[in-house]
């Protein structure tokens, strides 16, 4: 597609857009002056749809008149009510619904899978993982590996000595920003049968760059490793197929391109392959027994089968309904559509940032499609904060990282071209 660095062009773009109403279900925040933001941070926290109000409000009144019969007489009964969710979340990261389920936090869940996922032995121990994955998983990872050395230890003092080898940490080459495939796929190769968990992000949150899960999963498989991602930037923004690429577990959170508001429910992804698989240690609770036989209270913990048999707890009804109202607006608007229109925005941003030929701006991003949502980080040289000062104050909502990238995310939701215009207009003029 050939873009034009014109105003009337990304007018034009905004009117042939098919998707353009679906701004309307989201309320933008305004600016002192009554204008909508140019906001861009659909990969921090996604926008309130409209609609959410209406499904939190409709729980309340079942719980006002209802009490503790709303688990079987709500309108939306609370009992079964997360299932009314798993089809849509399914389609959305290309899974079977046995194989996912909303349930706690990311960080909470990303927990509970490596407990079933990371089983290290003497020979196989090792993790591998993004050199700059976001703080949070190298701390769960960490403290992980640390717990398995403790039990260790405390089980057998002498397989339970410290190794300095557990963590591979996976750099971009020098002078380049994002990781090659093939430079993965040999690390993996090098390590072979030492490996026991390879979990990466499915999209790097500060580069903007999107794996390829396929290869990294096959790599993965012939090493005899695990493979399991963090999807927190990637779903609702890129293309998943988790089922055919074979993942065996994942995990993400809702409240960045899914709109479920500020620390929504998570959901997880585990293979089909596992759902039956009853002999993998799993941290239990009541939530994820056999729900034919949960409520005679027996002392045996029997789990569902698949995805659900990671449940704990009774399901949050009111972070449910808020997910619930965003996901009828992605199955309205179809992935599919979603995705088309996210290309060409963010191609038509990226056009636009060079086009403008300003030697301070680089994109760290990758170039290809295939291998980025809608995020570009934009390295600025020379920059310090004063410039994201400089923009905010003109109306941008974008993303600050030290120490010189601006991260830009239009959302094909509720982003237009127009905003992606203004944008560059304004970064320009605070870069003269
Ligand atoms: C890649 C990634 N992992 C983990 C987290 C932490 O998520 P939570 O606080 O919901 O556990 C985030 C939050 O933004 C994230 O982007």
Redesign the pocket.
């Given at each position: 597609m050939t873009f034009e660095s014109t105003e009337v062009f990304a007018l034009k773009m905004d009117e042939q857009d098919l998707l353009k109403h679906f701004r309307n279900n989201f309320y933008i925040p305004q600016q002192p002056d009554g204008k909508d933001v140019l906001y861009f941070t659909g990969n921090s926290l996604g926008l309130q749809p409209k609609a959410t109000r209406e499904y939190i409000e409709q729980e309340l009144k079942d719980w006002e008149t209802l009490g503790v019969e709303g688990h079987f007489q709500a309108i939306n009964p609370w009992m079964p009510y997360h299932e009314n969710l798993t089809d849509a979340m399914a389609k959305i990261v290309g899974a079977k619904p046995i194989e996912t389920v909303v349930m706690n936090?990311?960080?909470?869940n990303l927990h509970l899978l490596m407990v079933s996922f990371y089983r290290p032995t003497a020979e196989r121990y090792k993790i591998i993982i993004e050199a700059d994955a976001?703080p949070?998983?190298k701390y769960a990872v960490k403290s992980q590996i640390d717990f398995w050395e403790r039990r260790q230890l405390a089980c057998n003092e002498s397989e339970g000595r410290k190794k300095d080898d557990v963590l591979i940490e996976l750099k971009p080459r020098k002078g380049e920003a994002t990781l090659r495939t093939e430079d993965i796929e040999k690390v993996i190769t090098e390590n072979g049968d030492s490996i026991a968990l390879i979990m990466l992000?499915g999209v790097n949150?500060y580069t903007g760059q999107a794996f390829d899960m396929k290869r990294i999963t096959e790599a993965g498989h012939e090493a005899g490793a695990i493979v399991g991602f963090?999807l927190?930037?990637a779903v609702g923004n890129i293309k998943l197929k988790l089922h055919d690429w074979n993942v065996d577990f994942a995990c993400w959170?809702s409240y960045k391109y899914l709109n479920s508001g500020p620390g929504g429910i998570?959901g997880i992804f585990i293979n089909e392959r596992h759902a039956e698989n009853f002999e993998l240690p799993r941290f239990a609770g009541w939530w994820g027994h056999d729900a034919e036989t949960r409520f005679l209270m027996d002392d045996e913990f029997v789990p569902m089968k698949g995805a659900e048999g990671w449940q704990l707890s009774n399901q949050p009804i009111l972070l449910l309904a808020s997910l619930r109202a965003s996901l009828d607006i992605f199955e309205e608007a179809g992935m599919e559509n979603l995705l088309e229109k996210s290309h060409k925005l963010t191609a038509y941003l990226e056009f636009l940032l060079n086009n403008n030929h300003n030697e301070r701006i680089s994109i760290i991003t990758p170039s290809n499609s295939d291998e980025r949502g809608c995020q570009l980080s934009i390295r600025v040289k020379d920059a310090d904060k004063n410039l994201f000062k400089a923009i905010t104050e003109k109306g941008v909502i974008a993303d600050w990282r030290e120490p010189d990238v601006i991260r830009v995310a239009p959302v094909p939701l509720y982003n237009s071209f127009m905003d992606v215009w203004k944008f560059v207009e304004i970064l320009k003029e605070c870069l003269k």
């Open positions: 936090s990311l960080t909470v976001f949070s998983d992000g949150y963090d927190a930037h959170c998570a």
